[in-house]
């Protein structure tokens, strides 16, 4: 299961992420879970798949809101980077910048193993 | 006030309006200690919601990006209604050019995400129902209910801080009903006749007493047109007296004006409805 400490060694800022659910260790990792059925993630990658690039823009954009809000700093960094270069509408290969953020969400998700 | 509306904070409801999950859970954790917290998760759902509750929300919390209809556009929608343009609004987003766009449409306030701690949000919301509703308490008392025309108080008050520095020419005028007393009928007809002669709207105008009005306007070349008309669907025995101060001198005190005004009311000739100041 996710724990404290695993989403420290992750990277993630938990103690900023807890006093944001005023200190409801319960209710943080319960919205973690919540992330791992974030329908978003699936929908960047079809997005960046088919070069739509103001769909990838949207689900990205969305992603980083919730990934900041948990303060799930590496993911949360990845959604910036990519979040920055859509909105410029940089021409380039989205793939790897996404597939980084799902292999960061698979690992997220090999917590609850 | 501080306090009523401390101890009657609870009771207060708060619409959060946010696509994504996790963070209708996040506010609603956060919110729900403070206030009743109900949620949407886009914007068609939450006009759906502010239409069909009977009970008024105290605040919207509103994300901008969200599918079906996007927040830019529940704002839109709320100012457009009667029922509910007095909501306020705090838009939650992390583009700064749209924080700029939706307070310009008329939202309160943001909060920037990610969210900052959750007291910080606390305190935004608690500022900003307690204007909202302070706002309201004034507009609930700063009319006159039977004419709609401000009350001398906050006549007083608007003529000199938001009014006096008003570009152009302005006159301050005092009408004085005198005779008969006047029925209700005869003060609405008062109110109904300065408003259409777009005095309150291009100035602002009151119900000093049971039978007198101030006016602070735009300055016209010629009252007697107008009050002379009044005058003619007056009933019989209800004398109208106008005073007029012209192109105040904006450098004196209002009172002032209205002095000159009041001065010119006294002497209005026999015959005659209106006296200009000197």
Redesign the interface.
Known sequence: MITIDKLKEFGADTDEGL????G?EG?YL??MN??LT?SNFDKLKAAVEKNDLDAAF?SV??L???L????LTPM?DKTVEITELLRSRTEMDYMPLVNDLLAMRDELAAMND | MNQYLQANRHRRKVLVVD?????R??LT??LS?NYNVDCASNGKEALDILHSTQETYSLILL?L?MPLVSGFEVIEACKADEKLKEIPIIVMT?EKSAEVRSIRMGADDFIA???R??EVIIARCERIIELSEEKALIRSIEKDPLTGLYIKLFFDAYVSRRFSNMRGNMDSLMIRLEGAQPTDEVLKMIADMINDAQMNSKGIACRADNNIFYIYCRHRENYEELFDQMQRELPDGIRLKVGVCVKVDKTAPSESWFAKAQSACDSVADGKTVCYAE
Request: charged share 25%.
């Open positions: 006093s944001r659910c005023y409801n209710l319960r919205l919540m992330v974030e949207e954009h969305a980083k809101g919730v900041g809000n948990l303060s949360y | 696509d994504e999950m996790v963070n859970e996040l954790a956060i200690m994300d990006l992390s995400k990610p969210y701690m959750p």
